[in-house]
């Protein structure tokens, strides 16, 4: 069912709220919102989007009905070096909405990924531009299968037992959740998110893992966050290695 504008302004009182039928990508609906001098927390979503975008420039596969794709305006009082404190605030909400709404339990993989088991269920980009930051938000709900090759493996709420979640609900939860991780994050400092996500992220420790850098890849063994929220990386060697991007994939055996 198509999101209805009014039900949504219902839901999130006070709160700037664009839903279109089809946009590009949300990403640059929001950036435009933003250079117009959008309030914090302004939400534009979309019930599909022709230009999805992913992470490291991979596309974001966003099929109408399919799953739940938005971004926020976000003006923290946060500078833009923060972005990965802000990443991980997002991936922390997206865990709790799906751990309040289903019986499934989500794990984290830094910097973005909401996986259920080694799955991949929602990817998430943070950008900051036109004074903002730019969280984008995609959470597959419906689909029963996806085009091979994808980096990770994805999953669904309905291919792991949990059609039908009612989209503005899962919404209208994120949005408060959101805001609630991120003020804990102003108010608060960075440790207690840091510790939020090492318990919630059986990847943030201990990991066995292999560090796309781009120019090349490393393995090693995840070792915690640093106090800006980038990855430890321990090398064979025993050297440590701040991850501070690149993709993160498990070490095939
Ligand atoms: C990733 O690569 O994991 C990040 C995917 C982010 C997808 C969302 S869907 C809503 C927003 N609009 C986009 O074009 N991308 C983000």
């Known amino acids: 069912m198509v999101m209805n504008p009014d039900t949504l302004s219902q839901l999130l009182p006070g709160r700037q709220v664009e839903w279109h039928q089809s946009l590009p990508s ?8 933003a250079r117009e001098g959008a309030p914090h927390g ?10 999805g975008e992913g992470r490291m420039g991979r596309e974001w596969h966003s099929a109408a009905g399919e799953g739940l794709y938005f971004t926020v305006v976000l003006r923290p009082q946060l500078p833009p070096r923060d972005s990965p404190m802000l990443t991980v605030c997002l ?17 984290l993989r830094w910097p973005n990924d909401v ?9 998430i980009l943070v950008k900051y531009e036109e004074g903002a930051f730019l969280a984008g938000i995609g959470v597959n709900l419906e689909q029963q299968g996806f085009p091979q090759g994808l980096a990770t493996p ?8 949990q059609a039908g979640i009612p ?18 994050l102003e108010k608060g400092g960075k440790q207690g998110i840091i510790n939020t996500f090492l318990l919630a992220s059986s990847y943030a420790r201990g990991r066995a ?8 890849r490393e393995r090693g063994i995840t070792d915690g966050l640093n106090e800006d929220g980038y990855l430890w990386l321990r090398l064979p060697s025993g050297e440590k290695r701040l991850v501070v991007a690149g993709g993160v994939r498990p070490t095939q055996p």
């Open 154 to 161: 994805p999953t669904s709420l309905a291919m792991e037992g």
């Open 42 to 51: 302004t939400i534009v979503g979309a019930e599909e989007q022709t230009q």
């Open 209 to 216: 893992v292999e560090v796309d850098f781009g120019s090349h």
């Open 91 to 107: 991936g922390l909400a997206v865990a709790e909405a799906i751990s309040r709404l289903t019986p499934l339990r989500c794990d």
């Open 167 to 184: 989209r503005e609900e899962l919404l209208t939860m994120l949005a408060e959740l959101i805001d609630s991780y991120i003020s804990m």
């Open 115 to 123: 996986l259920i088991g080694e799955r991949k269920v929602c990817g």
């Open 26 to 33: 949300t990403m640059y609906r929001a950036s435009a919102l």
